[in-house]
């Protein structure tokens, strides 16, 4: 499931389209979610983790919204 969601990132950052980027990162967030109900860790530690994928989130779309428009902009 993790070379999956690594493999359709990849693809999506190939082909600029933030769509797939999401769906690839949403599979790998589906992958953490579920590794937290199998282990038991502190509400602490999840809340950090929870940041963390959301700052990764908006990293990964800022990044990908920027290098479209840089590459709309040489057209």
Request: no cysteine.
């Given at each position: 499931?993790?070379?999956?969601s690594?493999?359709i990132?990849?693809n999506?950052?190939r082909?600029q389209?933030i769509g ?6 949403m599979?790998?967030v589906?992958l ?10 502190s509400?602490?530690v ?8 959301g700052?990764?989130?908006?990293a990964?779309n800022v990044?990908?919204?920027?290098r ?8």
């Amino acid at each position: 499931m993790l070379w999956l969601s690594v493999s359709i990132i990849t693809n999506g950052v190939r082909n600029q389209r933030i769509g797939v980027v999401n769906l690839g990162m949403m599979t790998i967030v589906a992958l953490i979610v579920a590794r937290f109900f199998d282990i038991d860790v502190s509400f602490v530690v999840r809340g950090i983790v929870f940041v963390l994928v959301g700052l990764g989130f908006l990293a990964a779309n800022v990044v990908l919204l920027r290098r479209k428009a840089g590459w709309q902009n040489e057209k």
